[in-house]
């Protein structure tokens, strides 16, 4: 059982003051512990602003020399760190007025300015970071100060408005106003590096293995699950899908019979009304952790390719019976990015969550309900 957060920041706060205060003593060790602790944030920060490493080794070799001789100047101990980091950015400041070495806008740029000399695959990599680089540096002054104390530094919300000298809802809002930016901006980049359609274009064929909900719960969100199995292997793709959509589907899986057609069976009889039918359905790109698909369409003049939500493809496909296909190399991908944020598949199997079957039955109370209220 993990101990409330509260908790476990409190017992850290009063750990905080204990060293500080002892350090304030004359204990060696006490400061030591106040260094070791948090001088991988001081080089952090003072990396983001110098650009270089070695710099910024030196900037906060500097800034914990300054801390040491002015301890008693830090009036709430439990701000060590962000105060810490704020002399690191002092003393650069400082430094670039002496020395002119440094410009503002340096830690933006790329360590190697000479992409001619290294190999395609890191001249590629450089061109990317230069060209986020530009963005950010393109940032109003408030809103880069933000993004490179909270982003690049690590600093908490509130430790990020005590070095600014701003309110915390100011922070927050700086933070937005760029996240927006950054996103408007580099989408095309983000959409380039991570866009997926496999290794060789092969498609793999896919059924609807299961249909999760899961509902919300302290530390679990709620969410409905597709998840599509191989035919003719042991892999697995599960794709998150909106509630309405996961309900869909789950009828479809269970062949809930219904008075009056649904939106997808009415959608394959307007299909078959013009003489037109699926060929197949494709799950053809995936975007971070977003799947991308297309509905492969059929006429006597030949195939149309519509573009399409997964979870509507895949229902579509269950209603007239095409086959559901999948590019290769989306399941390592998916895979990599299942692993990357901790997500097992556990989670939408295990206790607390219901499948096909008891999401219809659901359904099903729920209609028995609003016959009765009539």
């Not at 900037?59 to 701000?79: G, S």
């Not at 573009?307 to 269950?318: E, K, M, Q, T, V």
Request: aromatic share 6%; proline share 4%.
């Amino acid at each position: 059982m993990s101990r409330h957060p509260n908790l476990k920041r409190g017992k850290t706060d009063a750990r905080l003051v204990t060293l500080v205060t002892e350090a304030r003593a004359g204990d060696k060790g006490a400061f030591a512990s106040l260094v070791e602790r948090h001088r991988p944030a001081l080089v952090a920060a003072c990396r983001s602003v110098a650009g270089d490493q070695e710099v910024a080794q030196d900037l906060a070799q500097e800034a914990i020399l300054q801390a040491m001789l002015n301890l008693d100047r830090l009036r709430d101990p439990r701000r060590f760190r962000s105060w810490l980091i704020a002399i690191g950015l002092h003393t650069w400041r400082r430094w670039q007025r002496q020395t002119g070495r440094l410009r503002s806008s340096e830690f933006l740029r790329p360590e190697i300015s000479d992409l001619s000399t290294v190999p395609d695959e890191v001249a590629s990599e450089r061109e990317l970071a230069d060209r986020v680089r530009a963005v950010v540096a393109a940032l109003p002054a408030g809103q880069r100060n933000a993004v490179a104390s909270f982003y690049l530094s690590g600093l908490t919300y509130q430790e990020t408005a005590d070095l600014l000298g701003v309110q915390l809802g100011a922070v927050k809002t700086r933070l937005h106003k760029a996240r927006e930016t950054l996103k408007r901006e580099l989408w095309p980049v983000w959409k380039e590096e991570h866009m997926v359609t496999g290794t060789n274009g092969k498609l793999v064929d896919v059924e609807v293995a299961a249909v999760r909900r899961r509902k919300p719960e302290p530390d679990r969100p709620s969410y409905h699950m597709v998840v599509l199995r191989e035919v003719k292997g042991d892999r697995n793709l599960a794709i998150w899908v909106g509630p309405a959509e996961g309900t869909a589907i789950a009828m479809h899986v269970e062949k809930l019979e219904t008075e009056r057609p649904l939106t997808f069976g009415f959608i394959s009889q307007l299909l078959s009304a013009v003489d037109a039918g699926v060929k197949e359905v494709q799950i053809n790109k995936l975007v971070g952790d977003t799947f991308y698909s297309r509905v492969i369409l059929k006429r006597r003049t030949g195939e149309r390719a519509v573009d399409a939500r997964p979870s509507d493809a895949i229902a579509l496909a269950l209603v007239v019976g095409a086959p559901i296909r999948v590019e290769a190399g989306i399941f390592e991908a998916a895979e990599t990015d299942r692993s990357s944020r901790g997500f097992q598949e556990d989670a939408w199997h295990g206790e607390g969550s219901l499948g096909a079957k008891e999401i219809i039955e659901e359904v099903k109370a729920m209609w028995a309900l609003r016959r009765e209220e009539r």
